[in-house]
């Protein structure tokens, strides 16, 4: 039985003032995405394994919850929120032409996460422009995913945007099958150096194409990593891609965001619904990023809606363990009050939290227990946040 009254591996029970500290940063950085225009909207936390199927190009079938439900139909609780919505938004918003914009907040689920000392339960905050297909859209939303992280209270911090349409253009230009592709993006990725110069060599890839692969974990930097990139590539496609981040990065400056924005050219993404940018944002204290998003402009037309669209998500957990390691406070209302009455002074006390209440101020309500001696109280009110006892006793 003792085994009860623990959870699960991978999940946790969150109370106290950590508890009230999510709630409050949760609202807070929902309130930045309706600044900008965007509106809320709720998916079920499972539904049917298609709509996370390996054709929608998202996370592992092994890293999915799966259940039957009684008509013999497999659900997942879903590992992803963004296809969630572009099923919604295809079946709600068929013969909407002008662009939407989506915020959300929500729990997603990954069942291989505790194997690698990660939690199999997290909470993303985020936002989806569906119909927008131009670089004003992408521009508006990594500026968008700036202001996020300042609205948190971060102040150092990193976007790094990079573009899935410069990696493809050199696999296609070196004709690598999918496999090939699938592994080469990995290596990349890890920046394993010696490992894609020997899968190179092992498939037989030389020239401009290796080279170019073989550069791409040092792409890395300000704006003139473009031109770094252009010197390693006659591509027409590559080159149009790196023309497409010069122009966004200056759109970007009009925001006047650039300073928190760098190029990464060897930054890649698990998820295969990518088609333009993708980007993520770093800071110190955490390993993993704070947040990543981009560009998917086929996922919504494979549920019923050829709409192209850009997005991203704030990873709660991992933001929240970046600004306690830096000492960052969630800013938390003023503590509350506890009005502690004697017998027969019940109705005094009532009217007393019942003003107090009017005025904003969180009251709990107590009558005293001749048997506990102030102190006590004084110590329940320190351990809960409560910040001064009325006492009424007459």
């Known amino acids: 039985m003792d085994r009860l009254l623990h959870t699960p591996d991978g999940v946790r029970d969150i109370y106290g003032d950590e508890c009230a500290g999510r709630k409050l940063m949760k609202a807070s950085l929902v309130s930045e995405l309706h600044l900008y225009g965007y509106k809320d909207i709720e998916t079920p936390e499972f539904e049917f394994f298609d709509v996370f199927n390996t054709d929608r190009g998202t996370v592992s079938s092994r890293e999915m919850f799966k259940m039957t439900d009684r008509t013999g139909d497999t659900l997942v609780l879903r590992p992803d929120i963004t296809p969630s919505i572009a099923r919604a938004v295809s079946k709600y918003y068929q013969d909407e032409t002008i662009p939407l914009r989506f915020a959300y907040s929500g729990n997603v689920f990954r069942s291989g996460g505790a194997l690698q000392g990660k939690m199999r339960q997290t909470t993303q905050i985020g936002a989806e422009l569906v119909g927008d297909p131009g670089i004003e859209g992408d521009a508006e939303i990594i500026s968008l995913a700036v202001s996020m992280m300042l609205r948190s209270g971060l102040t150092d911090f990193q976007i790094d945007i990079g573009h899935v349409g410069f990696f493809r253009a050199l696999a296609k230009e070196s004709a690598l099958d ?137 990873l709660l957990d991992e933001l929240l363990l970046a600004l306690s390691r830096q000492h960052i406070d969630i800013h938390v209302p003023e503590p509350g009050v506890m009005i502690l009455f004697e017998e027969g002074f019940r109705e005094k006390a009532i009217r007393e939290a019942g003003a107090l209440r009017s005025e904003g101020i969180s009251v709990t309500v107590l009558k005293r227990d001749p048997d506990r001696a102030m102190e006590d109280y004084e110590a329940y009110c320190k351990n809960y946040s409560i910040g001064r006892i009325e006492y009424i006793d007459c």
């Open 178 to 314: 999918g496999d090939s592709v699938g592994e080469l993006r990995e290596l990349i990725e890890s920046k394993n150096y010696f490992g894609i110069e020997s899968y190179l060599e092992d498939k037989g890839i030389k020239g401009e194409s290796a080279a170019a692969f073989i550069r791409m974990p040092e792409l890395f930097g300000s704006d003139d990593t473009l031109d770094k990139a252009r010197a390693l590539t006659s591509s027409p496609a590559a080159l149009e891609v790196l023309d497409y981040l010069d122009r966004l990065y200056d759109i970007v400056k009009d925001y006047g965001f650039e300073k928190y924005v760098t190029i990464d050219l060897g930054m890649l993404s698990e998820y295969n619904y990518y088609t333009g940018i993708i980007f993520k944002g770093y800071t110190y204290g955490s390993g993993d990023p704070v947040i990543q998003g981009g560009r998917y402009d086929r996922l919504i037309g494979q549920f019923g809606k050829e709409a192209a669209s850009v997005g991203f998500a704030v």
